[in-house]
């Protein structure tokens, strides 16, 4: 089983919120930064890959029960992100990797584990 | 589309009030209401923003002066990609003779990179109006790119798609009823100058009129045709 404190380690992410919720299990992923798909596409337990980092993103995760949101591209979410975060016990993490690296990195881990 | 042209065509539609509102630029506003000076027709001062978001939101300004200042902003937050005219056409700033003044090389259809609410922030310090545009299209609207409406969203109103009416965006989604919803018609082209408008009751066709209907009893003084 993967969890997101594996993520964390082997890619070298920062943790920007809910360092405290990183051993939920790593079920799936999904990439979009259109939000209006994640909420349709993404399933529970997917650590969800994105540019975008407006506070709805997190309402998203929360809707969805994401294991995290990973910003890529070395985005910075806006505070009130971060606080809704905070509150709504989602895990944010962010990686200065473009998009597709992030996701090639990923997909072989999980590979290995059969997650995909 | 140039400004002369534009004008005269919203005059043939009968439109008493048209914005200018070119992607990520003011530029064409000062020239646009000169030609309205002469012709009798408000020209209201704007732009549509796509926000890091890429969200594409309406800004609306009392007078070209707000405009310059927001300019300014938009200068400091485009990304800047140059424009390659081969696929994008030519971004001529011209004049009220349809002379050209000035080619904006860079690719104004790029997104800000600043968010939707730094926007709406800096669109209201400039006491602008901030409308996000056709929320019920399936890219570049509000819900497609955030999902749903931001709860406490600053927006003066809401825009609806020309095309749209029947899709059963209002029954989905009533929260947008708190705001007014405007529809206009998102004219990229002469021909679909005036295919959708709203009316306003007003005194007289001014800026601070809509901004006092849009901020208070709009129910009976606003009505999408």
């Known amino acids: 089983m993967i969890t997101v404190a594996d993520l964390v380690k082997e890619f070298g992410l920062e943790v920007i919120c809910g360092a405290d919720k990183l051993q939920s299990p790593l079920k799936g992923a999904y990439a979009s930064d259109l939000l209006s798909d994640v909420m349709g596409k993404a399933v529970e337990g997917d650590v969800w890959i994105t540019m975008q980092t407006h506070r709805n993103i997190i309402a998203v995760a929360s809707l969805k029960e994401l294991a995290a949101i ?3 591209n070395g985005g910075r979410p806006e505070p009130e992100t971060v606080t809704s ?16 690296a992030a996701c090639g990195k990923l997909y072989k881990l999980m590979e290995r584990d059969a997650l995909v | 589309m ?5 004008i ?5 539609k009968n439109l008493d009030i048209i914005a200018i509102t070119d992607h990520n630029s003011t530029k064409h506003c000062r020239s646009a209401q000169q030609i309205a000076g002469k012709y009798g027709i408000t020209v209201i001062a704007g732009a549509e923003l796509n926000t890091k978001e890429e969200i594409h939101c309406l800004a609306f300004f009392e007078n070209i002066t707000r405009a310059d200042q927001f300019q300014q902003y938009i200068d400091d937050n485009l990304t800047v990609i140059p424009n390659k005219a081969e696929i994008y056409g030519h971004q001529y700033l011209v004049d009220e003779n349809e002379d050209i003044l000035d080619e904006e090389d860079r690719l104004l259809v790029a997104a800000l990179r600043t ?3 730094d926007v709406i922030t800096e669109v209201h310090r400039l006491e602008g109006l901030v409308v ?3 929320i019920n299209r399936m890219y570049n609207g509000l819900y497609s790119q955030l999902g749903f409406l931001p709860a406490g969203l600053m927006a003066d109103a809401l825009e609806l798609d020309r095309r749209a009416g029947n899709d ?5 989604h009533p929260e947008i009823g708190r705001y007014p919803l405007l529809r206009n018609s998102d004219a990229h082209s002469l021909q679909q100058i005036g295919t959708a408008s709203t009316e306003y009751w007003l005194e007289s066709p001014v800026f601070s009129e809509i901004r006092q209907v849009l901020s208070g009893d709009w129910n009976n003084r606003i009505k999408s045709i």
């Open chain 2, 8 to 12: 005269r065509q919203a005059m043939e």
């Open chain 2, 168 to 172: 059963g965006f209002f029954q989905k």
């Open chain 1, 70 to 72: 990973l910003i890529v």
């Open chain 2, 2 to 6: 140039s400004p002369v042209n534009i």
């Open chain 1, 85 to 100: 975060a905070s509150s709504e016990g989602v895990v944010l993490l962010g990686t200065n990797e473009r998009s597709f």
């Open chain 2, 132 to 134: 996000p545009a056709h």
């Open chain 2, 115 to 117: 968010g939707i609410e």
